[in-house]
């Protein structure tokens, strides 16, 4: 069912301090625009629900969540966003998944004075120059899981890996954080067509590249395609990639061709700690299937948010932006703190499909970056 208004209500503790003088009584609307159709739209409908999961599980009366489908479209997106800001009069945005979708957002909703809440995509121009105070990465800077998986490289012992990404922000920045830890030789380096289905070409220059591995960014449907197609290729190299192309709705429909795979992510359902467990559980509890990394990203997000909610109110923007910078909140993965440049500073983990009964999944086999921040920070000046 397209969802298009939703508000949860439920009883609440009450918010100490007395309502401010323009009537905003705590009361706090979010706009939430992200991927509900086409390719792209089981990892916004996971961001979606574990967000929802969230503020269903706070009882929190007062807070109004607005979704639309962007339907993967910057246009599409830039609508929706004017209606939400003029029209819904949100004050805080949320969703988006692609990377060129939020460079068409983003900066134009912080500029109005809107709080931009990331559940995923984090592109590099907005994380150093393009920094913002009220603009705040609760997933990753894109390049992070993209570096932890060319250290992980290293380790592995690859010297000459072929690596592709699809031709938007999101994937330059792949090929960018992977290069900054990898250590070896590139036998091939190739940006591919955006929501590309069809890798036959890809796949004959990798098979005379004489690389020794392949790394590759493809989320979403073009992960499903090319994992599906170089498995049928007899092409006998190991691969690595970020979680994007090996989470877990990839997984249920790539199927065995990914078993044995290592891939990078800043979560995964066996990291030891109890809000990740009761998340994990209450999750297929309330949609009858396992949890995916952008089920846990919306579900940070919308924790990350109600904690500011619980200490400020939003018609103060320094007091709300202040507690949103503290980051009082329990996340899914543990310890969790932003930088000076409000992205996250994190652990990376290496992770292994495995097939647990009739489920392909991922289990945590080892840590790849400790304590992890992004390089542009050091460019952001707020």
Same mark, same amino acid.
């Given at each position: 069912?397209?969802?298009?208004?939703?508000?949860?209500?439920?009883?609440?503790l009450?918010?100490?301090?007395?309502?401010?003088?323009?009537?905003?009584?705590?009361k706090?609307?979010?706009?939430?625009?992200?991927?509900?159709?086409?390719?792209?739209?089981?990892?916004?409908?996971?961001?979606?629900?574990?967000?929802?999961?969230a503020?269903?599980?706070?009882?929190?009366?007062?807070?109004?969540?607005?979704?639309?489908?962007d339907?993967? /479209?910057?246009?599409?997106?830039?609508?929706l966003?004017?209606?939400?800001?003029?029209?819904?009069?949100?004050?805080?945005?949320?969703?988006?998944?692609?990377?060129?979708?939020?460079?068409?957002?983003?900066?134009?909703?912080?500029?109005?004075?809107?709080?931009?809440?990331?559940?995923n995509?984090?592109?590099?121009? &907005?994380?150093?120059?393009?920094?913002?105070? %009220?603009?705040? %990465?609760?997933?990753?800077?894109?390049? %992070? &899981?993209?570096?932890?998986a060319?250290?992980?490289?290293?380790?592995?012992?690859?010297?000459?890996?072929?690596?592709?990404?699809?031709?938007?922000?999101?994937?330059?920045?792949?090929?960018?954080?992977?290069?900054?830890?990898?250590?070896?030789?590139?036998?091939?380096?190739l940006?591919?067509?955006?929501g590309?289905?069809?890798?036959?070409?890809?796949?004959?220059?990798?098979?005379?590249?004489?690389a020794?591995s392949?790394?590759?960014?493809?989320p979403g449907?073009?992960?499903?395609?090319? &994992?599906?197609?170089?498995?049928?290729s007899?092409? =006998?190299?190991?691969?690595?990639?970020?979680?994007?192309?090996?989470?877990q709705?990839?997984?249920?429909?790539?199927?065995?061709?990914?078993?044995g795979v290592?891939?990078?992510?800043?979560? %995964?359902?066996d990291?030891?700690?109890?809000?990740?467990?009761?998340?994990v559980?209450?999750f297929?509890?309330?949609?009858?299937?396992?949890?995916?990394?952008y089920?846990?990203?919306?579900?940070?997000?919308?924790?990350? &948010?109600?904690?500011?909610?619980?200490k400020? =109110?939003v018609?103060?923007?320094?007091?709300?932006?202040?507690?949103?910078?503290?980051?009082?909140?329990?996340?899914?993965?543990?310890?969790?703190?932003?930088?000076?440049n409000?992205?996250?500073?994190?652990?990376?983990?290496?992770r292994?499909?495995?097939?647990?009964?009739?489920?392909?999944?991922? /289990?945590?086999?080892?840590l790849?970056?400790?304590?992890?921040?992004?390089?542009?920070?050091a460019?952001?000046?707020?």
């Amino acid at each position: 069912m397209k969802l298009k208004s939703l508000m949860l209500a439920a009883s609440m503790l009450a918010i100490g301090g007395a309502a401010l003088a323009d009537g905003h009584a705590g009361k706090l609307k979010v706009g939430m625009i992200t991927t509900l159709s086409g390719g792209g739209a089981g990892l916004g409908i996971d961001v979606r629900d574990g967000f929802m999961l969230a503020v269903k599980q706070s009882g929190n009366e007062n807070i109004e969540v607005v979704i639309e489908d962007d339907q993967r /479209k910057p246009d599409v997106a830039v609508q929706l966003a004017d209606k939400m800001i003029q029209s819904e009069k949100v004050d805080v945005m949320t969703g988006i998944i692609w990377s060129n979708l939020a460079m068409a957002v983003v900066p134009a909703a912080t500029a109005q004075g809107k709080f931009y809440l990331s559940p995923n995509a984090g592109p590099s121009a &907005l994380a150093g120059k393009g920094c913002h105070q %009220n603009y705040f %990465n609760v997933a990753w800077q894109n390049d %992070n &899981l993209h570096e932890a998986a060319g250290a992980y490289a290293n380790s592995a012992g690859m010297k000459n890996s072929f690596i592709l990404a699809p031709n938007y922000p999101a994937g330059v920045d792949a090929l960018t954080g992977y290069k900054r830890q990898y250590s070896g030789e590139l036998a091939g380096e190739l940006l591919t067509k955006l929501g590309q289905t069809d890798y036959a070409a890809e796949l004959a220059q990798i098979r005379a590249s004489g690389a020794d591995s392949v790394f590759f960014f493809l989320p979403g449907g073009m992960g499903i395609s090319f &994992l599906k197609q170089y498995a049928e290729s007899g092409i =006998d190299l190991p691969v690595v990639g970020p979680a994007f192309s090996f989470d877990q709705g990839i997984l249920q429909a790539v199927g065995a061709a990914a078993l044995g795979v290592k891939n990078t992510s800043q979560w %995964n359902k066996d990291i030891d700690n109890p809000t990740n467990a009761a998340f994990v559980e209450s999750f297929q509890a309330e949609y009858g299937r396992l949890p995916s990394l952008y089920a846990s990203q919306g579900f940070d997000t919308a924790n990350l &948010l109600l904690s500011a909610m619980a200490k400020a =109110d939003v018609a103060d923007a320094d007091a709300f932006r202040a507690a949103l910078k503290a980051a009082d909140f329990n996340s899914t993965r543990g310890e969790f703190a932003f930088g000076s440049n409000h992205h996250p500073v994190q652990d990376i983990y290496v992770r292994e499909v495995v097939q647990e009964g009739d489920v392909f999944t991922n /289990k945590i086999i080892g840590l790849a970056l400790d304590n992890h921040a992004d390089v542009y920070a050091a460019d952001c000046k707020m």
